[in-house]
């Protein structure tokens, strides 16, 4: 029988070769798995991580070892482990968990493909700021950028712009909110497992988190007000971004999701050397921008900006941050214990931050090496600096950069 992988890399290549639907028919002649091309083609019906062959660990049964902190798993009436869409987060430590590998990361790539194949209205690629350098040293922003429209695409926007609008926003919040030496914000804009961790488990503290999106969230967004009919797809680390794209008070801002792992196996199938690829440059974001990728990126970003917006501001950021949910897990703990005296609290998902996240192509240390070098190569070192910034909010209707705290539309949301 076709294993799943094996159907997966069929259709992708054939989706690349715009003939999908030709091979589908082939496919119905031959011995597979329906549920595997029922997840393949229909990703949105499940959840981020999907089970692809029977539980059959000899180890543990039904007493199986696989945990999730937000009890996401279940057994159907086979006995086989199940995951409920409405509460997994994408953070695929069940995936890590399961010795007999028959849990695996969701796949977007063949509906996104057929989007950008068949759409009459612009699709955009969104890319994560942990983007740099993860397709080879070689690659840089324009290469990628010209691949993207290559494969269909009416072009490549760096979320991290997008990055340096919520540090504003996360900066005048904390200036806003934080007027005594006891007051405390935690960041809200970056990672959602982090937020998920906040909103299921340690609610108490949602007071204490500032309505604002992700940057995903807000890029897509704001291309879908300027262009109302385009598509957007989002690529980056992260399953749990996946998750976070169906939220339904966020899911009018991103239409797919891909890793990086997927799309690299599109530009593998369509042999494009990106390496090989003319120059397509439009640098936009500020070093702030650039290091939200890193463990600490936020809280640094935020700090630089409260100061550069109210540099006589006596009461400044001071951050505690943690990568990685147990480290996560005890930093909430000890804040609720009163043994942190930290005002801004960063934390995020994945050790090492989004270039530690599950579907990198490149080592976590190499991953952060390279963010800190494209962000000491912007041009500008906080968004209130950045022009692009700046205009940008003025096409989306922000007279000021204090406007930024009264939006309801675009980069707000309630927890």
């Given at each position: ?248 008070d966020v899911s009018d801002s991103t239409d797919y999701v891909l ?9 593998d199938f369509a042999q494009i050397n990106l390496a090989d690829l ?138």
């Open positions: 029988m076709t294993t799943f992988n094996e159907l997966y890399n069929r259709l992708v290549k054939a989706s690349v070769e715009n003939r999908q639907s030709e091979e589908l028919e082939n496919l119905h002649k031959e011995d597979f798995d329906p549920h595997h091309l029922d997840c393949l083609l229909y990703p949105k019906k499940y959840a981020p991580v999907i089970r692809i062959n029977d539980c059959d660990c000899p180890e543990y049964g039904q007493n199986c070892g696989v945990k999730c902190l937000f009890d996401a798993l279940y057994r159907n009436d086979k006995g086989n482990l199940e995951i409920d869409p409405s509460r997994c987060v994408g953070c695929s430590e069940c995936i890590d968990q399961c010795k007999m590998k028959n849990l695996t990361a969701s796949r977007d790539i063949l509906p996104a493909l057929a989007a950008v194949h068949a759409s009459k209205a612009p699709v955009y690629a969104m890319i994560a700021p942990a983007f740099i350098s993860q397709f080879s040293k070689e690659v840089t922003p324009g290469k990628l950028r010209t691949a993207f429209k290559m494969l269909g695409f009416a072009g490549m926007i760096e979320v991290a712009l997008f990055a340096d609008i919520l540090t504003l926003k996360e900066a005048l919040e904390f200036n806003k909110n934080i007027v005594k030496e006891s007051d405390f914000q935690l960041t809200s804009c970056c990672c959602p497992m982090w937020i998920s961790m906040i909103r299921k488990v340690y609610h108490e503290l949602l007071p204490h988190v500032p309505g604002a999106v992700s940057p995903m969230v807000a890029c897509g967004r704001a291309i879908k007000l300027l262009h109302p009919d385009a598509l957007t797809v989002f690529i980056g680390p992260c399953l749990a971004k996946k998750a976070e794209a169906r939220e339904s890793t990086f792992q997927e799309m690299k196996d599109v530009f003319p120059e397509d440059e439009r640098d936009h974001s500020s070093r702030a921008g650039r290091i939200y990728a890193r463990s600490g990126g936020v809280s640094e970003a935020v700090q630089s900006t409260s100061k550069r917006l109210s540099p006589e501001r006596k009461i400044t950021v001071r951050a505690c941050k943690a990568d990685g949910v147990p480290a996560c897990k005890a930093m909430i703990n000890d804040l609720l214990a009163g043994k942190i005296d930290a005002n801004f609290l960063e934390g995020m998902g994945c050790v090492g931050g989004c270039v530690g996240g599950p579907r990198i192509l490149i080592s976590r240390e190499e991953g952060r090496e390279n963010v800190n070098k494209y962000g000491e190569k912007a041009a500008y070192q906080t968004p209130i600096d950045n022009p692009y910034v700046i205009e940008l909010l003025n096409r989306l209707g922000f007279d000021t950069v204090e406007n930024l705290l009264e939006d309801n539309r675009i980069f707000t949301r309630k927890f």
